[in-house]
Nanobody, 124 residues
Framework: QVQLVESGGGLVQPGGSLRLSCAASGLTFSHHAMGWFRQAAGKERDFVANISRLGSSTNYADSVKGRFTISRDNAKNTVFLRMISLKPEDTAVYYC?????????????????WGQGTQVTVSS
C-alpha cells in the first residue's frame, strides 16, 4: 500500500519561506514521477510542480516559477518543495502526488497516489 506523508506546512508571513517534505513508502520510488499540487479554499486542485523519476527534469506552474523548487532524494524516498518569497495567494493545502509507474504527472487525473495534504498559510 502506497503511503505519502507530507510535513513542513504552517503559517508564514508574506515574503517568508517554507520547505515541504513528502516521505513515500510502499512503492519503487524511482519508478514514479513525483509532484506537488495545491488547493485553495473553494477552488480546484491545481498543479504546482513535478520532477522526473531520476530528478533530471522539473516543471513548474507559471505562478510559482522562480520562487519554488522541487527536488527529490531517491535514496530516502523523499520529495521536497522549497518555497521562497511566499505570497498570500500561495495559501492552500499542498498535496504530494506520485504518478503512475513510468507515466507523466501534470494533472490530478495523472496521479496514482495522493498524500493527506499539509496546510500552508501566508499571512501577516
Amino acid at each position: 500500500q502506497v503511503q505519502l506523508v507530507e510535513s513542513g506546512g504552517g503559517l508564514v508571513q508574506p515574503g517568508g519561506s517554507l520547505r515541504l517534505s513528502c516521505a513515500a513508502s510502499g512503492l519503487t520510488f524511482s519508478h514514479h514521477a513525483m509532484g506537488w499540487f495545491r488547493q485553495a479554499a473553494g477552488k480546484e486542485r491545481d498543479f504546482v510542480a513535478n520532477i522526473s523519476r531520476l530528478g533530471s527534469s522539473t516543471n513548474y506552474a507559471d505562478s510559482v516559477k522562480g520562487r519554488f523548487t522541487i527536488s527529490r532524494d531517491n535514496a530516502k524516498n523523499t520529495v521536497f518543495l522549497r518555497m521562497i518569497s511566499l505570497k498570500p495567494e500561495d495559501t492552500a493545502v499542498y498535496y504530494c502526488a506520485a504518478g503512475r509507474p513510468y507515466d507523466s504527472l501534470w494533472r490530478p487525473n495523472d496521479v496514482g497516489s495522493w498524500g493527506q495534504g499539509t496546510q500552508v498559510t501566508v499571512s501577516s
